[in-house]
């Protein structure tokens, strides 16, 4: 390192924030690579006494630097909140589990008694989730409260690891006679989809004591739903249930307004954008009017519900006297269906509760007489998808080749036009769609996308750039006059580009615009977080 880097981290520590036995290092951009890097951090970590919360956010440590300052951490058994969202900006993937194992066996040495670990906005993916394994099955986890591992990108696979973690932890702190009593879980943008909320709703029936769970944005559909009501059912302390932009339906609706009808704690209920339609939510009014004295705040906000069920949440909350807002805004209700709603709750004097209804998509009769028949069709298929995934490796073992998505939806030979850059970007994108962290399906998208785009870049008549311009859009990231649609969920054509790029038949050329985009501040890309961060990493690459 620079005698003039030198000095600039010397300066930045020298701003360091200590109070309180907390060290902040958070927001400093620092880049610790080796031990030298980080020896002056190491040096305030050292002549720090009675440290108790150490933040790492916003800095970026490998492998080696996370060794030396693990050795440092050795000493400081009265460490007990570490604050180490966003400390891998920039690092490879294979780079973070030994880094988490190497801070987390300071800690274990140091016995150390955590009562939060924050680990959020790293994209380490499943393998990440071993990084800290130990850490979680080791008496230095056994007074943890809080748990925080919002967009980590842990998939179904990380979910369960995390699962059988938390369960283990559980047992040998109860055979200590202190049994973990986790208060506060937040996992949210992890994919974890139904397999990975059923391992962890098995542990929350375990655990018993939480107090808090947000898991928004997961691909959790009703079987996921029913699992999690269950586990909420044994957690009385529950006040914030967070569950924002999965798929409850009719199913888990139901599961969940019967779990709540046992719960007296919950002040917070956000199952926004979860499809809770209107069954769903005349089922939850039910629990509502029941119980829940504490409710504060309830989120059904574009949730497919109809006006007369918005109507009967209305009427359920009259007696909430702490309740500070409703949100059903991003309904069906129409404009008289929102006129009654506020009438509802001018009755009640509870006007000022009710959320915006400026993203009310009106009343839809017609919709309302096919509901039914919706719901039903979408439960068939929901079951067929189930059917077919415990039918597969069944299969596989018989020798037959199994029948992945992405060979239905795309038949290399099924005729694109690759001179057409349009139909080319609308062909990959119907692929790359059903893309999964699965090595059929992976194997299966991988080699449909190869087929396509091998195609198409090695036609001498086939616009590459136009290509590009149009994917980019389609994806949301470039702006068009076109009134294009942007595909809702980035992640498999994410993936899937970063297979792409690293063929021979991609053109170098198309990286550093791509890598552009790539790195734009973008919500669906955030939503995305471990995607984007493989892909960034193979751009920088190529």
């Not at 274990?108 to 680990?119: F, M, P, R, Y």
């Not at 499943?126 to 990084?131: F, K, S």
């Amino acid at each position: 390192m620079a005698s003039e880097d030198i000095a600039k981290l010397a300066e930045t520590l020298a701003k360091t924030q200590v109070a309180g036995g907390q060290l902040s290092f958070k927001g400093k951009s620092l880049k610790l690579n080796t031990a030298e890097d980080a020896k002056d951090v190491i040096k305030e970590i050292e002549d720090f006494d009675g440290l108790e919360a150490l933040r790492l956010e916003g800095n970026t440590v490998g492998v080696e630097a996370a060794k030396v300052i693990a050795k440092a951490l050795e000493k400081k058994s009265e460490l007990k909140r570490c604050h180490w969202s966003d400390m891998f900006t920039g690092r490879l993937r294979s780079e973070i589990p030994p880094a988490l194992i190497s801070l987390g066996e300071g800690l274990i040495t140091a016995g150390a008694q955590l009562v939060e670990l924050d680990l959020s906005d790293n994209a380490f993916g499943p393998d990440g989730v071993r990084g800290f394994e130990a850490l979680l099955k080791s008496s230095a986890c056994f007074t943890l409260h809080e748990l925080k591992l919002n967009n980590c990108g842990m998939g179904i696979g990380g979910g369960k690891i995390l699962a059988a973690a938390l369960t283990e932890c559980h047992r040998k702190s109860s055979a200590q006679g202190k049994p973990l009593a986790l208060k506060i879980f937040v996992a949210g943008r992890n994919r974890l989809e139904n397999d990975g909320a059923t391992a962890l709703a098995e542990a929350f029936g375990t655990i018993g004591t939480l107090e808090e769970v947000h898991m928004p944005q997961n691909g959790i559909n009703h079987p996921g739903v029913m699992a999690l009501a269950q586990a909420f059912a044994i957690n009385p302390l529950l006040r914030v249930i967070n569950l924002n932009d999965n798929t409850f339906t009719e199913k888990g609706a139901m599961a969940m307004a019967e779990t709540l009808k046992t719960l007296r704690q919950v002040e917070v209920i956000n199952f926004g954008d979860c499809l809770v339609r209107s069954k769903g939510a005349v089922a939850i009014a039910d629990a509502v009017r029941g119980g829940l004295p504490k409710l504060k705040e309830l989120n059904l906000s574009f949730c497919e519900i109809k006006r007369d069920a918005a109507v009967a949440i209305a009427e359920a909350v009259g007696d909430k006297a702490e309740l500070e807002k409703l949100d059903l805004n991003g309904n069906t209700l129409g404009e008289e269906g929102c006129e009654q709603l506020q009438e509802v709750l001018d009755g009640f004097n509870m006007a000022k509760v009710l959320a915006s209804l400026s993203d009310d998509e009106g009343e839809d009769e017609e919709e309302e007489e096919e509901e039914e028949g919706e719901e039903e069709e979408e439960d068939d298929e929901e079951e067929e998808e189930e059917e077919e995934e415990e039918e597969e490796p069944q299969q596989q073992g018989q020798g037959e080749e199994s029948t992945t998505p992405s060979r239905k939806i795309l038949d290399p030979n099924s005729g694109t036009d690759t001179s057409d850059p349009e139909k080319v970007v609308s062909a990959f994108l119907k692929v790359s769609s059903v893309f999964k962290d699965e090595a059929t399906v992976r194997t299966a998208v991988q080699d449909a996308v190869d087929a396509l785009m091998k195609k198409a870049f090695s036609s001498s008549s086939f616009n590459s750039n136009a290509f590009l311009t149009r994917l980019l859009i389609h994806m949301g990231l470039l702006k068009s006059e076109d009134k294009v649609k942007a595909i809702a969920n980035l992640y498999g054509p994410l993936m899937a580009l970063n297979h792409m790029v690293q063929q021979d038949y991609f053109p170098k050329a198309l990286a550093p615009l791509l890598l552009a985009f790539v790195t734009k501040p973008n919500g669906a890309l955030e939503a995305c977080s471990f995607a984007r961060h493989n892909l960034l990493q193979t751009l920088y690459k190529v």
